[in-house]
C-alpha cells in the first residue's frame, strides 16, 4: 500500500514495553529509493536524543492509531549507537547499528512490516553487514587517498567515512524539478509503498507550469541528484510529464489508483 511519508511523521513509535518517541524523519537510499532508517525523536525520555530504526525492527503498523510497534526494548534503544542526526551518518555508525540490533543488510531487500521475529524472515547475507561495511570503507578510502595524493594518507585514519548516497526526505523536500527542457516544479512529497519500504513516486507541485496541480513522478524518472543547489533532473521533456497522474491529498490511495499509477508510469518509461 502507498503512502505520504509526510502524512507517517508524527507517528508513534511503540517498543514492547513501552512507547518510544515520534517518527521526525526518513532516510533513504538515494540510488535505490529505499527507505533504510526511520528517525525517531526520543523526546524526554532519552533527554531529546534521535535515534535510527531500520525497517527490519518494524511490526505490523497500527494505522488508525498512527502507531509503528517494533520488537524491541527501550533498553535495546537506550543502549543504542548514539548517532548524530543533524550530521552526515557515516559507514562505521551504520555497521554499529546494524551490530548492535543483530540487523542483517537492508540494501536491495524487499522489506515491509513485520509481524513475528527480529527481521521477520528477512535472510542475513553470508557476509555479515558491519564486515562487508568495513571492506566497503577500505575501498572508499584507498580511492579517495589515491585522488587526493600522498598528502591526505596521514589524515586518513582519523576521517569517518559517510554514507554519499543516505539522504534525509527533509532534506529533498522543496527540491527544484528540472526537465530536459524546462521546470517541472518542486518535490514536496515522497510515497512510500509499506510492503517493501521502497519509493516508486514523488509528489511535485508543479506551480505556474501545470495551474498549480500536484503530479506524481515515477522515481524511475529520476537521472541525476544535484545536492548541492537543490535539483534533481530527468532526461524526458516537460511536455512527456503533462499527463502524468494529479495527486490530491484529501483522497485515499485506493487499490485502483495505485494500480493506474504503476501502469501509467511503466508505459511512459517504454516511450
Not at 548524530?84 to 546494524?98: G, K, M, N
Not at 540494501?107 to 553470508?126: L, N, W
Not at 569517518?160 to 524546462?182: E, H, I, P, Q
Amino acid at each position: 500500500m502507498l503512502h505520504s511519508i509526510q502524512s507517517l511523521i508524527g507517528f508513534t513509535m511503540g517498543a514492547t514495553d513501552g512507547e518510544i518517541g515520534k517518527v521526525k524523519d526518513f532516510y533513504f537510499d538515494n540510488k535505490t529509493w529505499k527507505v533504510k532508517y526511520l528517525v525517531v525523536e526520543t523526546g524526554n525520555w532519552l533527554v531529546g536524543r534521535k535515534v535510527l530504526l531500520s525497517p527490519v525492527a518494524l511490526q505490523a503498523a497500527d494505522w488508525d492509531s498512527k502507531i509503528f510497534p517494533v520488537n524491541l526494548t527501550r533498553d535495546q534503544i537506550k543502549h543504542s549507537p548514539d548517532i548524530d542526526t543533524d550530521r552526515p551518518v557515516s559507514r562505521q555508525q551504520e555497521a554499529d547499528l546494524h551490530s548492535h540490533y543483530s540487523w542483517p543488510n537492508n540494501e536491495g531487500t524487499g522489506v515491509g512490516f513485520m509481524t513475528t521475529g527480529m527481521v521477520g524472515g528477512v535472510v542475513a547475507p553470508d557476509v555479515p553487514f558491519e564486515e562487508r561495511i568495513s571492506e566497503e570503507m577500505r575501498h572508499h578510502e584507498d580511492d579517495t587517498i589515491s585522488d587526493r595524493g600522498p598528502e591526505a594518507e596521514n589524515h586518513s585514519e582519523n576521517q569517518s567515512v559517510g554514507d554519499v548516497n543516505l539522504r534525509s526526505f527533509k532534506d529533498m523536500s522543496g527540491f527544484t524539478m528540472d526537465a530536459a527542457d524546462g521546470e517541472i516544479g518542486d518535490v514536496e512529497d515522497l510515497l512510500i509503498d509499506s510492503t517493501t519500504w521502497s519509493i516508486p513516486f514523488l509528489v511535485i507541485e508543479t506551480g505556474s507550469w501545470y495551474s498549480g496541480d500536484k503530479i506524481l513522478v515515477s522515481t524511475n524518472s529520476i537521472d541525476q541528484a544535484k545536492w548541492d543547489n537543490s535539483t534533481i533532473h530527468s532526461q524526458k521533456t516537460t511536455e512527456s510529464f503533462r499527463d502524468c497522474p494529479a495527486f490530491d491529498y484529501t483522497k485515499p490511495i485506493h487499490h485502483d489508483l495505485e494500480t493506474s499509477l504503476y501502469n501509467y508510469h511503466q508505459t511512459s518509461n517504454r516511450t
